[in-house]
């Protein structure tokens, strides 16, 4: 059948996009909506706090056009901000669904806790959706920025699950993810595999590795995980990198980057396992290394114009920047999603002289 417009009923009508910030409990992924007409908008602010139980903020920035190919990150001047496009702390359920709604790029058809989630049904109305339910098909952690990605059609999210689970089996990784580094990876490509599983300790679920991990071990929870990395740029001590997960677990890629000595800035939960002695770095037991806020050594903090008091602050650089997503037919080329990165994170790279090509 077709539904009128040389498209397949139930995809490319109702799907959204949007690139929420750190701290959307559902954060990290893109979402679509169609419209008779484009809409374009350009980078709104990033939530300023995490989106945990109960409490939290979320901000978004979308870009509808592709990044041309071999263009570099503009950045304007520093500013007195140390963490710019971050949104206050007290935002209202009304802005935020204010916020969201500003950050649909494309769209085409008819038209008590403060999380992503919980304001789905404001968001809906909003866009006029009527009683059509926005569901959530894809995301990252809560701390990280960038796309999210949303559906009305029950059939359209199950035909882009079937496609993330065809591609995650076939190991090609739809989902690529921009993160700056304290330190630089000794290879500048390559496999990061580990097994992992969630442990509570202390009160908060962690997520650990498992060396050797024996066939009970998988039974009870422990999977086994892979990443794709390259190193884009390096400088001041300190790596862009491209992270391309092909499994999906729980803080994957901030616990590979940690594998690497290498943990993500602004991580102040997993960086704490990486030890320092007479400048070489180590890995300390993951069980019995308490989470604290991440520690940058005062050159990185000069180099960033930071106080030790604001780097505790400092958001997870790690950033959803590209989605793939089937073509409307089985045999077009896959869709492609660019989220511009947050201003935080291009201040960041400015300070470091990174450059994401």
Not at 268 to 278: E, I
Request: one cysteine or more; glycine letters at 8%.
């Amino acid at each position: 059948t077709d539904s009128g417009d040389g498209r397949p009923p139930c995809f490319g009508s109702d799907l959204e996009w949007l690139a929420a910030g750190p701290g959307c409990k559902h954060s990290a992924r893109g979402r679509r909506l169609w419209h008779r007409s484009p809409v374009i908008k350009y980078p709104l602010p990033h939530a300023g706090r995490r989106l945990g139980q109960g409490e939290g903020t979320c901000g978004i920035c979308i870009r509808h056009h592709r990044q041309p190919r071999g263009s570099r990150l503009r950045s304007g001047p520093l500013g007195d901000q140390p963490f710019p496009g971050l949104l206050p702390k007290n935002l209202s359920r009304e802005e935020l669904v204010d916020a969201l709604r500003a950050a649909v790029v494309d769209r085409k058809g008819k038209s008590g806790e403060l999380t992503l989630l919980s304001v789905l049904p404001e968001l809906s109305q909003s866009l006029g959706l009527g009683e059509q339910e926005l569901q959530v098909v894809r995301a990252s952690g809560k701390e990280s920025s960038g796309l999210v990605l949303l559906s009305s059609c029950p059939q359209t999210a199950s035909r882009l699950q079937k496609f993330f689970t065809h591609s995650q089996r076939a190991q090609r990784p739809t989902a690529t993810y921009c993160a700056v580094t304290n330190g630089i990876p000794t290879a500048s490509e390559g496999k990061i595999q580990a097994a992992l599983k969630l442990e509570h300790i202390d009160g908060v679920n962690l997520t650990v590795p498992v060396k050797a991990p024996s066939r009970k071990d998988i039974l009870q929870g422990v999977k086994k995980t892979l990443s794709h990395f390259r190193v884009v740029a390096t400088g001041s001590g300190c790596a862009l990198v491209q992270l391309q997960p092909l499994t999906v677990f729980s803080s994957q890629l901030q616990v590979h980057m940690v594998l690497q000595l290498c943990p993500v800035l602004g991580d102040h939960t997993y960086s704490a396992r990486v030890g320092t002695v007479l400048g070489q770095r180590f890995l300390l037991p993951a069980e019995s290394t308490k989470p604290q806020r991440q520690v940058l050594d005062e050159a990185l903090l000069r180099r960033l114009h930071l106080t030790p008091s604001q780097a505790a602050q400092l958001p997870l650089h790690l950033h959803l920047h590209r989605l793939l997503l089937p073509g409307t037919r089985a045999r077009d080329t896959p869709i492609e999603l660019l989220a511009p990165l947050p201003p935080y994170f291009s201040r960041t790279l400015q300070c470091l002289g990174l450059r994401l090509q």
